[in-house]
């Protein structure tokens, strides 16, 4: 099998560590980059985040990285993997400290659990929980139907619009947990932090 | 519905890992000793958290901490909370940028509330595990900071009380009595935890075998057991307690721990490159 070579997008977003463990330890290779030229020409792409959407915004368009992922993911028909906030920035609003815009890849915004839906569950979402996949197929391959994974975020987007493969996560209601449109997958938990769950998920993404 | 947890935690003392006993501390082995003995890598699959704390007692290499929690982080496909003797902001950072995702404070409680306002600020309050020293004293729970060496004028209720106005994500609940005995948590002091406590606790002290789990992931006021104890889940004894507790039925995350090992590697081109750690 075809060695993968992840580009792991540094836009200086916290922890990059774990990610780079997991994707060695399924034998891919794994390069930290922050250099927009090198993003736009790379493959395969995983972006990372913890933090402010907006402050991750304003990072990512300081150093037009913006740019670069989007013309390596339309025009280069690379595929990309967002994780947590990653995911969120993947979106085309976030709420968060008076609001951004974000890369606009899906249409989904990016909103606060409210204290109505999350039904006297605590914030953050912290924890393992369980996530129901739409399909068992692509991303979600060789996993069952429902499985468990690492989740820490105050911040969600909803099922809506999304027009292929997706997981959902009950947090009082329904939220959207991952999610597989073409060339875009994106993931709310941290599947760097969820055992053999998240290193599954990892290795369908690479394979897919 | 969120699950409850199992956390495995390791005591560090200037480059070795200890076992302690009321907080005395016996050396056991350094970072090789875990990794080879203790076959963590393949440990950790039936864990859902480690909690890495450095208990060095004096002369701390922060520096040394940091490369022991980016090993460790290296290890493992789960969460980590790392701490010991975090006294600012910068710090804490240094503790993420290694590999922890979440920070634990303890005497910091106790003397300067106003960096860990500011260490919430940039981490996020889901970031920061309060961990809680308590000691029976005649017949009431008394808070010990500094190693369990400083007595607080507080009482565990009055602490918790004082915790819940800060925005910490969860507590860590430790008791110096049972520390290291195997003889079981203390039933009292999770009694002591007020009802209507609203932050997440894991509960620590005492667990000696699988039982000992059960014993405290039953009660509702606890979120997650924890064990420090080296010896006592030694060889396969953490694997056959996960499968013991979720045979039982109790609500823990579940994956497939046989599979880690089919997976590794799964992408590399030729049996020649070897998963590097």
């Known amino acids: 099998m075809k060695v993968p070579l992840v580009t792991l997008v540094d836009y200086g977003a916290g922890n990059l560590l774990s990610v780079v463990s997991a994707i060695e330890y399924l034998g891919a290779k794994v390069e930290i980059i922050s250099d927009p030229q090198r993003i736009a020409e790379s493959s395969v792409l995983v972006l990372p985040g913890v933090g402010s959407f907006k402050k991750g915004m304003e990072a990512i368009k300081g150093s037009s990285i913006d740019k670069s992922i989007l013309y390596a993911v339309k025009s280069n028909n690379a595929k990309i993997l967002g994780i947590c906030m990653g995911m969120q920035l993947m979106g085309s609003y976030g709420t968060e400290d008076g609001g951004a815009k974000g890369l606009g890849l899906i249409s989904n915004r990016v909103e606060r659990f409210n204290k109505a839906e999350i039904n006297g569950n605590k914030l953050p979402h912290v924890g393992f929980n369980t996530v129901n996949f739409s399909e068992r197929k692509g991303l979600f391959k060789g996993l069952p139907k429902s499985s468990d994974f690492y989740f820490t975020h105050s911040y969600r987007m909803l099922v809506n619009d999304i027009d292929g493969r997706y997981a959902t996560c009950q947090y009082g209601k329904d939220f959207l947990a991952a999610f597989q449109v073409n060339n875009i997958y994106g993931t709310q938990f941290h599947p760097e932090k969820s055992q053999t769950n998240g290193l599954i998920l990892l290795r369908n993404f690479l394979r897919d | ?277």
């Not at chain 2, 790392?82 to 409680?109: E, R």
């Not at chain 2, 010990?144 to 910490?168: A, H, R």
């Not at chain 2, 039953?218 to 064990?227: G, L, N, Y």
């Open chain 2, 1 to 277: 519905m969120l699950k409850k947890r199992v956390i495995f935690t390791l005591l560090y003392d200037s480059g070795s890992f200890m076992l302690s006993r009321n907080f005395r501390l016996q050396k056991v082995g350094d970072i090789q000793w875990l990794k080879k003995n203790y076959n963590f890598s393949k440990l950790s699959f039936s864990i859902d958290e480690i909690v890495l704390l450095d208990v060095s007692r004096k002369n701390r290499d922060v520096e040394k901490f940091l490369d022991h929690v980016r090993i460790i982080s290296e290890l493992c496909f789960i969460p980590i909370s790392a701490g010991g003797g975090i006294c600012d902001v910068k710090y804490a950072h240094n503790l993420i940028n290694n590999g922890a995702d979440k920070i634990v404070i303890n005497s910091l409680f106790g003397n300067n509330v106003d960096t860990i306002n500011n260490i919430v600020s940039e981490l996020g309050s889901q970031c920061i595990v309060a961990s809680v020293d308590v000691k029976k004293v005649k017949n009431d729970f008394k808070v010990y900071t500094e190693n369990g060496t400083l007595l607080q004028n507080f009482s565990l209720q009055e602490w918790l009380n004082k915790l819940e106005k800060v925005p910490v994500g969860e507590v860590y609940l430790n008791s110096i009595d049972k520390d290291g005995t195997g003889q079981g948590y203390q039933k009292e002091l999770i009694e002591n935890i007020p009802n209507e406590f609203q932050l997440p606790v894991i509960i620590a002290g005492g667990a000696g075998k699988y039982q000992h789990f059960m014993e405290g992931l039953e009660e509702k006021k606890i979120d997650a057991v924890a064990t420090a104890n080296l010896f006592n889940f030694l060889g396969s004894s953490l694997e056959d307690s996960r499968v013991a507790l979720l045979k039982e039925g109790f609500n823990l995350a579940q994956w497939d721990v046989n599979i880690s090992e089919t997976i590794k590697g799964c992408f590399s081109a030729t049996e020649n490159i070897i998963y590097k750690k």
